[in-house]
């Protein structure tokens, strides 16, 4: 399988930063790899996928990059609703495997 | 409005049967393929597998620690997706999720999803 490791497994912004996640395959995936939004208790929300394309209605902030193994998600400008959990996740080959998650808390 | 919502989880007892149900609105279910998700207390999100849609044959793929347990099903006509989870264990222990399969820039994302149904497997 291919192992995603995320880093860091959590960050404490404030309102307006900029936020740069790491996403790293244990293996070549091209640019088949996702970013996902989830909160506690809500459906996760899919933001980014083939590496840097937005999906729609996703806000601008958020942009990702990144191909063979190397992947980054970067939030400017936080916004008060952006704090939450982020998972990456390849989608080269079975099975499909995420990242530990990065928790993005409030400073 | 453009939804999934899960369905039929609760407290089982170890070597038990569920089976969860996956409810859509808002679009053409038949189109899409559909896939099952969990995350275990304080864990991460683990892919559980999918079923893909009828023009495709309506198969299915399962993560390894689920495929000899676990079957996913799908009533079109209905727009419900199904997860039958037998011989459940503690580790089995989880909020399930389902998603919609959605085939962008040739690979596939989920790019709908529910809130979850909580599961414990528990005596």
């Known amino acids: 399988d291919i192992q995603m490791t995320q880093s860091p497994s959590s960050v404490s912004s404030s309102v307006g930063d900029r936020v740069i996640i790491t996403c790293r395959a244990s293996?070549?995936?091209?640019?088949?790899l996702a970013w996902y939004q989830h909160k506690p208790g809500e459906a996760p929300k899919l933001l980014i996928y083939?590496?840097?394309s937005l999906q729609s209605g996703v806000p601008s902030r958020f942009s990702g990059s990144g191909s063979g193994t190397e992947f980054t998600l970067t939030i400017t400008s936080l916004q008060p609703e952006d704090f939450a959990t982020y998972y990456c996740?390849?989608?080269?080959?079975?099975?499909?495997?995420f990242g530990q998650g990065t928790k993005l808390e409030i400073k | 409005e453009v939804q999934l919502v899960e369905s039929g989880g609760g407290l089982v007892e170890p070597g038990r049967s569920l089976r969860l149900s996956c409810t859509s609105s808002?679009?053409?279910?038949?189109?899409?393929?559909m896939s099952w998700f969990r995350q275990a207390p304080g864990k991460g999100l683990e892919w559980v597998g999918f079923i893909r849609s009828q023009p495709y044959g309506g198969t299915s793929e399962y993560a390894a620690s689920v495929k000899d347990s676990f079957s996913f099903s799908r009533d079109d006509s209905k727009g419900i997706a199904f997860l039958q989870m037998k011989s459940l264990k503690p580790e089995d222990t989880a909020v399930y999720f389902c998603?919609?399969?959605?085939?962008?820039?040739?690979?596939?994302?989920?790019?709908?999803w529910g809130r979850g149904t909580v599961v414990t497997v528990s005596s």
């Open positions: 083939a590496a840097s």
């Open positions: 808002g679009f053409i279910f038949g189109d899409y393929a």
């Open positions: 998603a919609r399969v959605g085939q962008l820039a040739s690979a596939y994302y989920f790019d709908l």
């Open positions: 996740q390849q989608a080269s080959r079975l099975p499909y495997t």
């Open positions: 293996e070549e995936i091209s640019y088949w």
